[in-house]
């Protein structure tokens, strides 16, 4: 049997996630996983509890869980990680739930996107100005959990580019035309 693997997209809001992981699930002809909190959010916008984060990233991670035991590959719009460092930065709270998925898990790279194409506005978006900051966090937990992962810079061929070395890199079975 093939190793199961997840291309999780994660990073600061308005950096190409979503676009990027839907374009790569099409060029790559596996499961593309949602983010959990666009459907959880849209009924009451931005107005969550901590409690409302932990049932996300545990919807998020329970949507992955299924499609990956269909099927050995998928591409993530998100994460547990996005999850942890909601928590981080919102509520202050290390999850120890959040943590002891993401010491548990071998089978995803991560894809970090960075903050260095503008930001758009979303009614569910909650940071323009701090983008940067909750980059450096990505990178810290990244770091702290020694998680597989790349960095997605630039500007828009220039960032479909770089997301098409790592998938080369990684051997995956590429599709010729974008």
Same mark, same amino acid.
């Given at each position: 049997?093939?190793?199961? =693997?997840?291309?999780?997209? *994660?990073?600061?809001? +308005?950096?190409?996630?979503?676009?990027? #992981?839907?374009?790569?699930?099409?060029?790559?002809?596996?499961?593309?996983?949602?983010?959990?909190?666009?459907?959880? =959010?849209?009924? +009451?916008?931005?107005?969550?509890?901590?409690?409302?984060?932990?049932?996300?990233?545990?919807?998020?991670?329970? +949507?992955?869980?299924?499609?990956?035991?269909?099927?050995?590959?998928?591409? #993530?719009?998100?994460?547990?990680? *996005?999850?942890?460092?909601?928590?981080?930065?919102?509520?202050?709270?290390? @999850?120890?739930?959040?943590?002891?998925?993401?010491?548990?898990? @071998?089978?995803?790279? !991560?894809? =970090?996107?960075?903050?260095?194409? /503008?930001?758009?506005?979303?009614?569910?978006?909650?940071?323009?100005?701090?983008?940067? =900051?909750?980059?450096?966090? !990505?990178?810290?937990?990244?770091?702290?959990?020694?998680?597989?992962?790349?960095?997605?810079?630039?500007?828009?061929?220039?960032? !479909?580019?770089? *997301?098409? +070395?790592?998938?080369?890199?990684?051997?995956?079975?590429? /599709? #010729?035309?974008?």
């Amino acid at each position: 049997m093939r190793r199961r =693997l997840t291309l999780a997209f *994660v990073g600061p809001e +308005s950096t190409a996630k979503t676009t990027l #992981s839907h374009w790569v699930a099409s060029r790559l002809k596996v499961p593309w996983i949602e983010e959990a909190a666009r459907e959880y =959010l849209r009924p +009451s916008g931005r107005n969550y509890c901590r409690k409302d984060v932990l049932r996300m990233g545990l919807l998020q991670l329970e +949507s992955e869980t299924s499609v990956l035991a269909k099927c050995p590959l998928v591409v #993530s719009d998100t994460h547990v990680l *996005v999850y942890h460092v909601w928590m981080l930065d919102k509520f202050k709270e290390d @999850s120890l739930v959040f943590h002891d998925i993401l010491l548990g898990r @071998s089978d995803i790279f !991560y894809i =970090l996107t960075a903050p260095d194409i /503008e930001w758009v506005f979303d009614p569910l978006r909650e940071d323009p100005h701090r983008r940067h =900051l909750i980059f450096r966090m !990505y990178q810290r937990e990244i770091t702290r959990f020694r998680l597989p992962h790349h960095i997605v810079r630039g500007q828009g061929e220039a960032r !479909y580019a770089a *997301v098409l +070395s790592i998938l080369r890199q990684l051997q995956l079975p590429l /599709e #010729s035309n974008r």
